[in-house]
């Protein structure tokens, strides 16, 4: 989903020791955003064999677009233009070949700089921050940090760019414990992906090729493989932010115990899920509210409509292609029967019932596996291979 960032490669490591010594020492909030501002611009061109003028190029048309989001209207206009450019060279760089088959193969290195599906979201949450005020415009090395973190790149987090903002510019110096803390989150992350999650995958796993009960097996298997290697990404990153003194979000919180879909996404990707819940889920409601004549009508049939918008839009941002459509339907269709079934319960019995209902263990363990199962199947949805079947 995002341009190759390899674990294993000595690059990335190198570059996240030179930004650990060169980071973590300095004191003047301005200068730690520069420097840590040229690592990140290393690691685009390094990692990605691109030049550093082309990467340059696209970050400041990026900054240009969000500074403008702040000014009058006709400039806001162009900066609103330039998000949409953003969006459509993103949509041209998950349809594979579309470049070559319309002649514009000279957009490429573009299409790298906003290809990273984290990037594009990151530039969406500030374009809309700034626009409604929230927070001002970055300066040009507050860009380039927001955007282009390279710890955060493989598989997120998502920072909201009011976290971002908010941060303290120079964070506390780092302790022994500290960097304990911090080494202990990498290892942590080394340890899920390349022994636990390999071994699962080298034993178990065979790419739903084999049929009958196997088959239910190796669903459960992935699901839990899926879990290990991604959440490994997130406690690298995490590791690495606390030694380079950059907050960087926590990502899961034991989604495999989720009770139903809504607790799962409060679980799972949190950062996505709430850049979904930020950008998409709560401005659709609001619309929906507003031409609905407000005072809560329909509100029920609201979160539903934009429960599905936002989630096949989720779906669609992993990748345009019908499994990933597919997989973001479930997901939506998961979320409105949670979400109906909840208020339903609470009319009947109030909302102490529903707290006593929640602390009965049988209807938890329950409710903890058939989600655990729809979450299963819907991995099933996005990574079966279906090509074999035609």
């Known amino acids: 989903m995002n341009p190759t960032i390899d674990l294993t490669s000595p690059a990335f490591w190198l570059v996240a020791l030179l930004a650990i010594a060169l980071v973590t020492p300095i004191t003047q909030a301005g200068l730690k955003r520069w420097v840590w501002a040229g690592v990140n611009i290393l690691f685009i061109a390094w990692m990605l064999r691109l030049r550093t003028l082309e990467v340059a190029s696209a970050v400041v048309v990026a900054h240009l677009a969000l500074r403008l989001l702040a000014c009058g209207s006709w400039r806001r206009a162009i900066g609103w233009a330039g998000l949409a450019l953003a969006l459509g060279l993103f949509v041209m760089r998950k349809l594979p070949g579309v470049t070559e088959d319309l002649g514009l193969g000279v957009v490429n290195p573009l299409l790298v700089a906003v290809g990273f599906s984290y990037v594009f979201l990151r530039l969406l949450d500030a374009g809309r921050v700034i626009y409604e005020g929230g927070r ?29 903002v908010d941060q303290p510019a120079i964070a506390k110096p780092l302790s022994a414990e500290g960097a304990l803390g911090g080494v202990e989150r990498i290892a942590l992350g080394l340890f899920k992906k390349f022994v636990v999650a390999y071994l699962l995958g080298e034993a178990f796993l065979t790419g739903f090729h084999v049929g009958g009960a196997y088959f239910w097996f190796e669903v459960q298997v992935y699901y839990l493989w899926f879990y290990l290697d991604f959440s490994a990404y997130s ?54 509210a507003r031409k609905a004549g407000g005072g809560g009508k329909r509100a029920l049939l609201i979160a539903t409509l934009a429960f599905t918008v936002s989630f096949l839009l989720c779906g669609l941002w992993h990748g345009i292609s019908w499994p990933f459509f597919a997989w973001g339907a479930m997901h939506a269709l998961g979320l409105v029967v949670t979400n109906t079934y909840r208020h339903w319960l609470t009319k009947r019995v109030g909302r102490k019932g529903v707290k006593a209902y929640k602390e009965k263990t049988g209807y938890r363990l329950v409710a903890q596996v058939l989600t655990f199962e729809y979450v299963a199947l819907s991995l099933v949805i996005i990574s079966y291979p279906w090509k074999d079947l035609l």
Do not use: C, K
């Open 235 to 288: 406690d690298i990153a995490v590791g690495i932010g606390r030694l380079m003194g950059v907050h960087t979000p926590e990502n899961f919180n034991r989604p495999y115990v989720a009770r139903n879909m809504i607790d799962f996404w409060e679980r799972w990707h949190i950062s996505l899920s709430q850049w979904v819940r930020r950008n998409l889920f709560i401005p659709i409601q609001l619309g929906l």
């Open 136 to 164: 001002p415009p970055p300066d040009l090395a507050s860009t380039v940090n927001y955007l282009l973190p390279f710890h955060m790149l493989a598989a997120g987090p998502i920072q909201s760019y009011e976290d971002f």
